[in-house]
Structures are given as structure tokens and as C-alpha cells.
């Protein structure tokens, strides 16, 4: 089992055959609870895209081990902590999900790659700071909601610090193609984080440009 991350979860179910064995009514029930909360905090609704935008994806994954989020998730909170400090890979024995540096920044609620459900749940494209916490009568899962936007901030942010080179924000294909060469502890020392950033990085960057929802699953 392990993480998919994905967009255009809506489009996908309305052309499939057989749409009820993909959750297409819950899926319309999920984006007008998403869209109670966003009216709830004064922010504009969403409208999911019917059809898949001019935007790809670039990862070829789809998806990672649970773990390996708790890897990237302790990449940026250390780089958030000591900026000028190189990071320094999870050494062996260690759980980075209980990493003080997480513990400390997501008490905060302010981290959207920190505050979300390992496992389910949404970012939306829309720009908001704080993460989003809907009531449970609303029937979203995973608890939060996050922005898409923050979260291509923050990914942004923690790049450099796992050796990922960005042209004003922007992946090469060519930086790309070395992510996705990276396998295993000897190909780089961070290369969990690495791959994990990857996967993220394109699922917001492709929510941001067609105005399609991060979904976890």
C-alpha cells in the first residue's frame, strides 16, 4: 500500500464507464463540502474542471510508501528551523514523523504540507494562509483542507535544501529525469525526500495551472 496523489479526480470519474464504481456521487458530495467550507471562511467557491487541463503531470510515480512523506515533511520543517544548516538525511533507527522540528512547526497549523491527512483528503486551488479545518458534519475526509498554492510555496521553499535546482520556481525536464533516476540510499542521501517532492511538486503545479483539486488516496 501507498500514497497516490493526484488531480483531475472528477474529470476521471465522469468519463469512466462505469462511474459509480469510481465514487463519482461522492465526489460531488465532497466538492459542495468543499465549497460550504470555502463560503464558511469567506473565500471564493471552486469550480472543478469537467475535462483535464492543458497542464501534465511530469512524475512518473503517481504515488509513494506512506513513510516517505513523513521524510519531506521533516526536510521542511528542519529547513524552516535552520535555514543555514545543510540538511542532514534521517539517520538509521530514527522516525522523522516524530521529529521535533515537526512536532514544533505543525502545532502552528499554518504548514499546508504538514497539517493533511497522510492517507485522504484535498488541497484546493485557492490561495488561503491558514490550512482549513472543516466541521465534521461536512463529511470531508482527511480532516483538513489545504491550498494548493501554499503548498507549491512551500515546496518551493525546501527545494534548494534537497539539492533540487528551480528557475524562478520552475523544474527542469533534464532535473527531472535525475529525481527519477534516484532509486535507493546510494543513488543521494535524501533521495526519499527527493522523489516524495517530486510527486507533490507536479500534483500542485498542475493544480495551480488548470484550477483542478489535490486529491490523497
Known amino acids: 500500500m501507498g500514497l497516490s496523489v493526484a488531480t483531475h479526480g472528477f ?13 463519482l456521487d461522492e465526489l460531488r458530495d ?14 471564493p467557491p471552486h469550480h472543478e474542471p469537467t475535462v483535464h487541463g492543458a497542464a501534465t503531470t511530469r512524475d512518473r510515480m503517481g504515488g509513494v510508501p506512506y513513510s516517505f512523506t513523513h ?3 521533516r526536510a521542511y520543517a ?75 510555496r512551500e515546496l518551493v521553499y525546501v527545494a534548494p535544501h534537497l539539492g ?3 528557475d524562478n520556481g520552475e523544474l527542469s525536464d533534464s532535473e527531472i529525469d535525475s529525481i527519477h533516476d ?10 526519499r525526500e527527493r522523489v516524495t517532492w517530486l510527486l507533490y511538486y507536479e500534483a ?8 483542478t483539486l489535490i486529491t490523497f488516496g
Open 78 to 152: 528542519r529547513a524552516c528551523e535552520e535555514p543555514d544548516e545543510p540538511l542532514e538525511p534521517v539517520a538509521e533507527g530514527e522516525d522523522p514523523a516524530h521529529d521535533a522540528a515537526v512536532e514544533d512547526l505543525s502545532l502552528t497549523f499554518e504548514c499546508h504540507l504538514l497539517c493533511h491527512s497522510d492517507c485522504e483528503g484535498y488541497y484546493v486551488p485557492i490561495d488561503f494562509d491558514d490550512v482549513l479545518f472543516p466541521d465534521d458534519e461536512l463529511g470531508l475526509p482527511g480532516g483538513m483542507v489545504g491550498s494548493s498554492q501554499a503548498l507549491l
Open 11 to 23: 474529470a476521471d470519474a465522469l468519463a469512466f464507464d462505469e462511474p459509480e464504481l469510481v465514487g
Open 204 to 211: 500542485a503545479r498542475v493544480s495551480v495551472a488548470n484550477g
Open 182 to 191: 534516484e532509486n535507493d540510499p546510494d543513488s543521494h542521501p535524501l533521495w
Open 164 to 166: 533540487i535546482a528551480l
Open 30 to 43: 465532497h466538492l459542495r463540502a468543499i465549497n460550504e467550507l470555502m463560503a464558511s471562511e469567506g473565500l
Open 71 to 73: 521524510y519531506l515533511r
